[in-house]
């Protein structure tokens, strides 16, 4: 696989903080778990199309994990890298660290993982960067991709799988 040029991982790096307001948060007080992916996609595209700058579209969610709730009043910090990189494909990391602005306590709140596509001017697939990966955990983000990429392709032909399924059988 040939791809056009090399970047530094960090040259992906992208930060957004939020303070949570009531309007964010549901009956509990804290932020809506929707609130924070669409967080989560802006930020990880943000990254994409650093890396690729070209436009880009989500391929997939593959995982956000809640850990934390994060609550009415605290900041909530997003932190996107890209961390593997196929043809047209970037892997996209992104921790979510909640802050209470009173205390200073800080938090792991959430860690996700995300599939972006590049795409040229007529809507298709096109070329990024490799990403390079140079401390400690990048290169663990980097190496351990493959094992995701992996998992990734066998959740896609099992959500083909249900589209036929669904296609014929229970709606009708």
């Known amino acids: 696989m040939e791809n056009i040029e090399r970047k530094a991982m960090k040259e992906t790096l992208t930060i957004k903080t939020s303070h949570v307001f009531p309007p964010d948060a549901n009956h509990l007080g804290t932020l809506f ?3 924070l992916m669409a967080y989560i996609d802006d930020v990880a595209s943000i990254s994409a199309i650093k890396l690729a700058r ?3 579209v989500t391929a997939s969610t593959d995982s956000v994990d809640f850990i934390k709730p994060i609550k009415v009043g605290d900041a909530v910090t997003l932190e996107a890298i890209v961390t593997w990189t196929g043809r047209s494909s970037m892997e996209v990391f992104v921790k979510v660290v909640s802050e209470n602005l009173l205390s200073g306590e800080k ?3 959430a860690l996700s993982f995300l599939t972006f596509v590049a795409i040229d001017e007529n809507g ?3 070329p990024v960067p490799e990403v390079v990966p140079e401390t400690d955990e990048e290169k663990w983000l980097h190496k351990t991709a493959s094992k995701r990429a992996a998992y990734r392709k066998t959740r896609k032909q099992e959500s083909k799988d249900l589209v036929t399924f669904f296609a014929h059988g229970l709606s009708k």
């Open 33 to 35: 778990g929707g609130k």
């Open 54 to 56: 070209n436009p880009v």
């Open 107 to 109: 938090s792991i709140a």
């Open 124 to 126: 298709k697939p096109t």
